[in-house]
T-cell receptor
């Protein structure tokens, strides 16, 4: 138990569906992250939020829409996805500001997404 | 862009043997982290080494850092079957401190 909880753990959706991934951290951290892990590819940073403000958007397609209502919750809204978006989506948090953070990231267990 | 490149991509050893994984990166760093990932799970932080450190230990883990060669290594001594996992080095991105990850080294330890 890392203190970062992701739901759902598994999600299957069609290309026309709209769904959301949820991440919640119970660590009192200020920064939250979305990473994408596809088979045989490096882990890709998608978005970073610091105190609810987005500080990084790593050229992610607009069919992925993040939302951070507070420092403890992070969502990834999904719509009109493609089969190549199938991947493990990992949420992480850290105590400090991303641009000054020299500490560790705490990851959730991930949400395995399959797009049919 | 900055990301760790782990080598080898896969490593298979017997229980009790040592496992060494290497990492290279491109731009100067202030620290480098190592993470572990069990199959299909989240990543777990193992150790952080700062740029002014050459070696750091944590239990059966030993990490080295050579900033002149832009490389790091992770040594797991007396490996166990439970060490079977993927291991990632994570240098920070240039201009920020956000860890970046490569493809990792897949370690299999046979009992």
């Amino acid at each position: 138990e890392t203190g970062v909880t992701q739901t759902p753990r598994h999600l299957v959706m069609g290309m026309t569906n709209k769904k959301s991934l949820k991440c919640e951290q119970h660590l009192g951290h200020n920064a939250m992250y979305w990473y994408k892990q596809s088979a045989k590819k490096p882990l890709e940073l998608m978005f970073v939020y610091n105190f609810k403000e987005q500080t990084e958007n790593n050229s992610v397609p607009s069919r992925f829409s993040p939302e951070c209502p507070n420092s403890s919750h992070l969502f990834l809204h999904l719509h009109t996805l493609q089969p190549e978006d199938s991947a493990l989506y990992l949420c992480a948090s850290s105590l400090g500001r991303p641009d000054y953070n020299t500490g560790e990231l705490f990851f959730g267990e991930g949400s395995r997404l399959t797009v049919l | 862009s900055q990301q760790g490149e782990e080598d080898p991509q896969a490593l298979s050893i017997q229980e009790g043997e040592n496992a060494t994984m290497n990492c290279s990166y491109k731009t100067s760093i202030n620290n480098l982290q190592w993470y572990r990932q069990n199959s299909g799970r989240g990543l777990v932080h193992l150790i952080l080494i700062r740029s002014n450190e050459r070696e750091k230990h944590s239990g059966r883990l030993r990490v080295t850092l050579d900033t002149s060669k832009k490389s790091s290594s992770l040594l797991i001594t007396a490996s166990r079957a439970a060490d079977t996992a993927s291991y990632f080095c994570a240098p920070p991105t240039g201009g920020s401190y956000i860890p970046t990850f490569g493809r990792g080294t897949s370690l299999i330890v046979h009992p």
